[in-house]
């Protein structure tokens, strides 16, 4: 089958790319691209070229699979050359997404029109590299350097209709694309063309305009490098001619595109491509999720509702007595309005979302719901009362699962009616915003059901991974020996404020400790004190100690740190020296590097140990565990990539 058609509409000649799945810009797609230019340069009957894409998609990138390999002739950045040098001008009939070599194509093209659904966008920096076919150049040419700027070193798409206002796209047609983008190219042909993309003028901006450019782009980038090399790129367009300007870009995209950051990011662009549907599951028939409740309207009862709703499932929420049920659908209601003040949600789009939530205090609404997720305090017993009150009334077939972060699930399931139908879906807080979502299974659930998980998140918008049962399961336990590492460091004399210093300068959004205060101390310690009541021997903790003193964190204006009332700024605090002071022993002279390395290969030490015992199915599963629930730098690729790949 070809992977490119080309059909004359008159004097119009429509060129269909169909290179399933997303069109990629393979080394064949490239090359039958170029062949079309140089058919129809030569067709006198051809006065204008349309180039579409068939299936779901116009070109959604490049070929990720052959950033490992030599690049092959004809290269992308003079494929888009030839494409705008085409003696008959180009329009390029967009839908779905065009992103990265695609929307460089598009560039390419002398006219551009999209549907309104339609995507387009330079998201290379998301994989450590830079545009490398003009992305950087023809960009701010043709919408500005600000819109530049935010494109290409940020990475994320534009809808169809602000690519108009831009100037990114010249036209939003309707859903007859190709037949629209016929009729555009009529009407282009009696007017004069405008400029070819790579001979419009950038504006020009000052040193201290620069300065402050590159200062938000590294504050942003927290220590990535492809947005800052990208500004550097973009710099280049606006002061130097446009060839000089597309070999500095192609110069830097080579470079980066061999670089520990990129292979890092294009590990967790595959994991996460193939984590929604993982293969063992390919062939196991779903349920369909049409109706959904939470039992418990907390905190995390309250996300997962508002989740549930995000993805228009109806939602009942089922709380204890009228009092809690009235606290809980507050809860609700507040996170929706917290969305409309981020400007995230219209009131109507808010309004919308609340008025799919139903609160009862009666399990016996829930006779028909296809998904029951309970989310109440985590307390055995309390959690076992819920699963038998379900298994009274709920539908032999409806999905029932639990949200617990560190109990056997075999344990709340004891005694369920069809505990196939059972499974653990444990979100994390706040549900509504946190991407993962561990799959934990029993060993009676069915495949069926797990399978149905996966679906699940995948209707949720959702990063799910599945994991064994253990205490903290994957990404819980490994926080437990990170936390214990860290502190087992201030033992030996490394500074609380050294170790957080650490972390940051690795990558993380905020260090072990400085995380702990903004969570809360207690609610690891009411974990621990669980289990030593339960008769278990849990070693006391430098947490336990600052807990027991009343310093529960942020909102107690002490934990770790000292805080002053309104400012979450961290302060050293000599209470704490004086509490810890008979449990440290000497002083370190660790450095930063030294102190993330050790702390990170304690995190893949534990990884190691989970992938044994068969809690983990595979290395990059821990990896997208620890990074969309824990804040592990995306560009270091999680800690089991880091240790295989990276630490020397």
Not at 285 to 314: C, K, N, Q
Not at 621 to 639: Q, S
Request: charged share 25%; aromatic share 6%.
């Amino acid at each position: 089958m070809s992977i490119l058609a080309i059909e004359n509409h008159g004097n119009i000649a429509v060129v269909t790319v169909d290179n399933p799945p997303v069109n990629a810009l393979s080394h064949a797609l490239r090359e039958a691209l170029w062949n079309a230019a140089e058919r129809l340069d030569a067709d006198s009957g051809v006065e204008a070229v349309v180039l579409h894409c068939a299936g779901r998609t116009f070109i959604a990138g490049a070929d990720v699979s052959e950033f490992s390999k030599p690049p092959m002739p004809p290269h992308l950045p003079d494929l888009v050359t030839r494409i705008e040098q085409a003696k008959k001008p180009w329009v390029a009939a967009i839908h779905g997404s065009a992103l990265g070599g695609g929307l460089e194509v598009a560039m390419g093209c002398r006219f551009r029109v999209a549907v309104k659904s339609a995507s387009l966008g330079l998201p290379e920096v998301t994989l450590g590299i830079v545009p490398g076919a003009s992305g950087t150049v023809r960009t701010p040419r043709l919408v500005g350097l600000a819109n530049a700027v935010e494109m290409v070193t940020i990475g994320k798409p534009v809808k169809a209709p602000k690519a108009l206002e831009i100037g990114l796209i010249d036209a939003v047609v309707g859903d007859d694309l190709v037949a629209e983008a016929i009729s555009f190219a009529q009407k282009a042909l009696g007017q004069p063309l405008p400029l070819p993309i790579s001979g419009r003028p950038v504006e020009k901006l000052g040193e201290a305009e620069w300065q402050k450019l590159e200062a938000d782009v590294k504050k942003r980038a927290k220590g990535e490098v492809a947005p800052v090399r990208a500004l550097a790129c973009l710099r280049k367009a606006s002061e130097s001619d446009f060839v000089s300007a597309m070999a500095f870009e192609r110069e830097t995209f080579l470079e980066l595109r061999g670089s520990e950051q990129a292979a890092a990011l294009r590990a967790v662009f595959f994991a996460e491509r193939a984590a929604p549907r993982p293969a063992r599951y390919k062939d196991v028939e779903t349920r369909a999720i049409h109706s959904a409740a939470v039992i418990g309207g907390g905190t995390m009862g309250a996300g997962i509702a508002a989740t549930l709703r995000d993805a228009g499932l109806p939602v009942i929420l089922i709380e204890r007595d009228e009092e809690a049920l009235a606290r809980g659908l507050a809860n609700i209601k507040g996170i929706f309005d917290g969305g409309v003040k981020r400007g995230k949600l219209t009131e109507e789009a808010a309004a919308d979302r609340m008025a799919g939530v139903t609160g009862s205090t009666s399990y016996d609404s829930l006779g028909d719901v296809d998904l029951v997720i309970e989310a109440v305090f985590e307390e055995i017993g309390v959690k076992r009362d819920v699963f038998a009150r379900l298994g009274k009334v709920c539908r032999e077939d409806a999905i029932l699962a639990t949200n617990t972060s560190y109990l056997d699930p075999r344990l709340i399931v004891e005694g369920l009616p069809n505990p196939s139908r059972f499974i653990g879906l444990h979100f994390f807080s706040p549900a509504n915003i946190m991407r993962l979502l561990e799959i934990v299974p029993t060993p009676e659930s069915a495949k069926e059901t797990i399978a149905t998980g996966f679906a699940l998140a995948r209707q949720l918008g959702k990063m799910p991974v599945e994991a064994g049962i253990c205490e903290g399961f994957i990404g819980n336990r490994i926080l437990k020996r990170y936390r214990a590492a860290a502190e087992a460091l201030v033992r030996q004399g490394v500074a609380i404020a050294d170790v957080d210093a650490a972390m940051r300068r690795f990558g993380f959004a905020m260090g072990p400790f400085e995380a702990q205060d903004l969570g809360g101390l207690d609610i690891a310690f009411l974990q621990r004190e669980g289990a030593r009541a339960a008769g278990q021997d849990v070693p006391e903790t430098l947490g336990d100690i600052l807990v027991r003193a009343g310093r529960k964190g942020q909102k107690t204006s002490g934990g770790w740190y000292d805080y002053v009332p309104g400012n979450r700024t961290p302060q050293p605090s000599p209470a704490v020296a004086e509490l810890l002071a008979p449990h440290i022993q000497g002083s370190s002279s660790m450095t930063l590097d030294e102190i993330s390395e050790h702390l990170v290969s304690e995190m893949a030490a534990e990884g190691e140990a989970i992938l044994a015992e068969g809690i983990a199915q595979q290395a990059s599963d821990i990896d997208l565990v620890e990074i969309h629930g824990y804040g592990f730098p995306r560009w270091r690729g999680g800690p089991m990539h880091w240790k295989a790949h990276v630490k020397k």
